[in-house]
């Protein structure tokens, strides 16, 4: 009889990048090869996962197959690299403590709460009924209670909080979705909410005491996952007009909070897409189309066709929501142009003047994040603000990077990014770096990812303005290499890296002001370029920009600027005289004549302001770009032809025809929605003759459209439909904002290109 062979074992290690911790990567794992009967161990240490397996050759090959592909909901893996190890004989599978060591892995963002948890939230038998802050592995805050990596719960906001018996055995146990959830917690051992200014009886649930104070009018300063919110009842115009009166903010939309995708739905149309877009785990808020009569104050959005509505995005949000039951506007706790506050002591001083009283809680934010913002343009989703549910996460880089580097950005919608390697961390919205508070939470940011992902830059990219409080603080920085970035470049260059393009393509950048290489102030350009090199092969017609920046608060000055450069601009016009005294109108005519205190600027948005003056929108602007806004949502969205702008042989744009024909309608008696929607036109199709006209020269094919001016959705629509019309490919931003807000990301793409 002949003897029985053993079964043939093999063993192999697999390494996996990505964002791999604090996800419930390791149980995963643990499932996986417990299923398919093999042995070995899985852990964290600085730079993602590894894991090693030990069994049958077909169950260990299983393994290395299944493992990429079957992730739990928030992991998300780059590239798993496996290799054969010799077999060790072990007879079980195990999960590791994690190790230290250089930190590379993936921080991942905050994420609303999952469906599993929201059903132990709203359910009265569960433990964790109306607990504001129930979460699992599958979801809640990650990036905002980071301290440090490895992710583990020593190093998070929740090292304070001792777990309960109950809490500690789900920690624990490899097969319940709460192993290793750092945040978990229970109303018996974590942490608690309150309500702080009113009278409320001992005991009372401090979630639907605020709903009771919601509803009679008051505002209340809500504590959420990145920083506090400040929340009112968007249905009554009273409490609505209160809070822009406390918070100094006149005319800038509100976001909406409501319940689900259902209840927004009767606020806004919203399509598949935008569906999918607000009941997205990151639960930015979304741009959608207002609905003709829908229940929402006037002055949440003045003036404006759209609002950005959210989902909530903790589970203390869901309880409020649901007990208010009706939209709440919620917006960032802070006083017009700060920072959002985050740190209880500041928050209770900065919005006391504001808020009515605070619903707090005593789990620490260690890192403010604002709310992201986004819309939908062309049937994709468009990022118009990168912050929360997004940061940390990073973007691939299409050169890499052979030395760490730091990129600052821009002045206005500040970020920065941090790269090494093909990978840049992108980091969140800080706002306009205008002020202490604002600077300081730039500067604290670059820290904490320095030190979150092991980054000492050797390179320091920023732009070329030398007023801006980014490009001080790149100079600044001591014993590195530092890269001037011009302005315009860095948005081309953004817009190709988010596509992986490495190749020369058109772009055509429009946004409100960026120093041009030359000094002067650039805005409506047409450049050819990479991430190696970029020429400016076209732009708008230079004018005299009356006051400087002031012009862009005073839309008007643009409007006599123009005229006055089309010979027609003595007199006040029609859609102004109410407005500005003529004796300033004078005064500024001359400064656009002379050029004293009139700097050139050749800004596509600075023309728009110009647009929506001569029609009367507005002659001051209360926020950056809201006569532009406003003109556009004035548009009419059927076809009435376009106004001409000549596109000369020198691919300079002449716009005076375009403001010639637009005042002829005005004094016709034409509708201004009639009147918007032609200017609108005629500068889609003059960007379009001129991207392919410079694309015909170049030999391209290739076009990009990116910078603030791009926001607008009539004029991105407009412009790409016309040339991929002319057979042009076209490229648009999608997860980097086309704003100022994705400056950092280019200039990190041009730095790491230039080595």
């Known amino acids: 009889m002949s003897a029985v062979l053993p079964s043939p074992r093999c063993r192999a290690r697999a390494r996996v990048h990505g964002v791999v911790q604090g996800v419930g990567f390791r149980p995963y794992a643990f499932r996986l090869a417990e299923e398919l009967g093999l042995a070995g161990h899985v852990g964290n240490d600085a730079r993602g996962v590894v894991c090693e397996v030990e069994g049958a050759p077909a169950a260990v090959d299983a393994f290395l197959a299944r493992l990429p592909a079957e992730t739990p909901p928030l992991a998300h893996v780059e590239r798993v690299l496996s290799e054969r190890v010799p077999v060790l004989g072990e007879a079980s599978f195990t999960i590791l403590p994690s190790a ?37 592995t599958n979801c809640g805050p990650r990036f905002t209670i980071v301290r440090g990596v490895p992710y583990d719960r020593a190093l998070t906001t929740m090292a304070g909080f001792v777990m309960c018996p109950a809490c500690q055995a789900e920690y624990e146990d490899p097969r319940d979705r709460r192993f290793h ?25 401090a979630v639907a005491a605020a709903a009771e104070l919601l509803l009679a009018g008051a505002i209340v300063a809500v504590k959420g996952v990145g920083g506090y919110h400040l929340a009112c009842r968007a249905d009554e115009e009273g409490a609505v007009a209160a809070l822009r009166a406390r918070k100094h903010r006149e005319d800038k939309p509100f976001a909406l909070l409501v319940p689900d995708a259902a209840a927004a739905s009767a606020f806004v149309d919203l399509d598949e897409v935008a569906a999918a877009l607000l009941s997205s785990p990151e639960r930015q808020i979304v741009l959608a189309p207002r609905r003709p009569g829908a229940p929402i104050a006037a002055s949440v959005a003045p003036g404006l066709t759209e609002l950005g509505v959210m989902l909530p995005p903790s589970p203390l949000h869901h309880l409020l929501a649901a007990d208010v039951g009706c939209p709440l506007v919620l917006t960032s706790g802070n006083v017009s142009d700060e920072p959002i506050a985050f740190a209880d002591d500041d928050a209770r001083t900065r919005l006391a003047g504001i808020a009515d009283a605070f619903l707090v809680h005593d789990r620490p934010i260690h890192m403010r994040t604002d709310d992201s913002v986004a819309r939908v343009v062309r049937g994709r989703p468009m990022l118009l603000r990168r912050s929360r549910g997004f940061a940390p996460g990073s973007e691939p880089l299409p050169v890499a990077a052979r030395r760490p580097l730091l990129a600052c950005g821009a002045e206005l919608k500040s970020t920065f990014c941090l790269a090494r390697g093909s990978r840049a961390w992108v980091g969140h919205h800080i706002g306009d770096l205008g002020n202490f508070e604002t600077l300081s939470a730039f500067r604290d940011g670059i820290d904490h990812f320095e030190a979150l992902f092991d980054v000492v830059p050797e390179v320091v990219a920023h732009d070329l303005h030398p007023d801006y409080l980014s490009t001080a603080y790149a100079l600044g920085r001591e014993g590195v290499e530092r890269i001037g970035v011009q302005h315009h470049w860095a948005h081309l260059a953004a817009c190709l890296a988010e596509h992986g393009e490495t190749g020369r393509a058109v772009g055509a950048i429009f946004d409100g002001t960026g120093q041009g290489a030359d000094g002067t102030s650039w805005g409506g350009e047409l450049l050819v370029g990479d991430l190696h090199d970029y020429e400016r092969v076209g732009h708008l017609m230079a004018v005299p920009q009356p006051g400087g920046d002031r012009a862009a608060r005073e839309p008007w000055r643009m409007a006599c600027a123009w005229l006055e450069r089309s010979g027609v601009g003595e007199d006040v016009p029609a859609g102004l005289r109410d407005m500005v005294d003529p004796e300033r109108w004078g005064v500024v005519r001359q400064m656009a004549h002379t050029g004293f205190s009139a700097p050139a600027t050749s800004s596509m948005g600075r023309l728009f302001d110009a647009a929506a003056a001569l ?6 602007s209360r926020y950056e770009g809201q006569a532009a806004i406003e003109l556009e949502a004035l548009a009419d969205p059927g076809g009435h032809g376009a106004y001409p702008i000549d596109v000369g042989r020198d691919l300079v744009l002449d716009p005076r025809p375009a403001l010639d024909e637009l005042m002829e309608d ?38 990009a459209l990116s910078g603030g001016v791009f926001q607008n959705r009539r004029l991105l629509t407009a412009t790409a439909s016309r040339l991929e019309a002319l057979g042009l490919r076209v490229l648009v931003p999608s997860r980097i904002p086309p704003n100022d807000g994705g400056i950092a990301y280019g200039q990190a793409a041009i730095a790491a290109a230039r080595g």
Do not use: M
């Open 615 to 620: 029609c009367g929108v507005r002659s001051e």
């Open 181 to 205: 959830a750092q945040p978990n917690a229970c109303p018996a051992c974590g942490p608690q909410a309150q309500l702080e200014g009113a009278s409320s009886p001992a005991g009372t649930d």
């Open 100 to 136: 230290g060591g250089r930190p590379d892995a993936l921080v991942s963002a905050d994420t609303a709460p999952c469906d599993e948890c929201l059903a132990e939230l709203t359910d009265p038998g569960d433990r964790r009924f109306r607990y504001p802050f129930v979460n699992c």
């Open 666 to 703: 005005l004094s016709a008696g034409t509708p201004v929605g009639v009147v918007s929607a032609r200017f609108h036109d005629g500068v889609a199709h003059a960007t379009a003759a001129g991207c392919a006209a410079a694309a015909s020269a170049a030999g391209l094919d290739l076009v």
